[in-house]
């Protein structure tokens, strides 16, 4: 069956930084664009990070920019999220996503939580 499950979540001080992976199986995760969305408590679940099926494009909101990378290598159908310079408004279940047309997965989620 179709799985996505996140790692690499914890806690960090603010200022550090954590590298999230997330590992697919179960369907053609090379021809899928991945996406990490955020969530925080009493908000809405929001995108930070995506990029194509083959890498070659990436996009990220404004509050990201600069602080997160989005990578991915399809020979280990994996995707990461590289958070630099973490603050701690970043705290939040991380999800991973991954879509085609109008089929998408979701993971399980990962925590992250920012504070000293």
């Known amino acids: 069956q179709v799985q996505l499950v996140e790692s690499g979540g914890g806690l960090v001080q603010p200022g550090g930084s954590l590298r999230l992976s997330c590992a697919g199986s179960?369907?053609?995760?090379?021809?899928?664009?991945m996406q990490w969305y955020r969530q925080a408590p009493g908000k809405q679940r929001e995108l930070v990070a995506a990029?194509?099926?083959?890498?070659?494009?990436?996009n990220y909101p404004d509050s990201v920019k600069g602080r997160f990378t989005i990578s991915r290598t399809n020979a280990k159908n994996t995707v990461y999220l590289q958070m630099n310079s973490l603050k701690p408004e970043d705290t939040a279940v991380y999800y991973c996503?991954?879509?085609?047309?109008?089929?998408?997965?979701w993971g399980q989620g990962t925590q992250v939580t920012v504070s000293s």
């Open positions: 990029i194509s099926s083959d890498g070659s494009n990436t």
């Open positions: 996503s991954a879509i085609r047309s109008q089929t998408r997965f």
């Open positions: 179960g369907f053609a995760f090379s021809s899928y664009a």
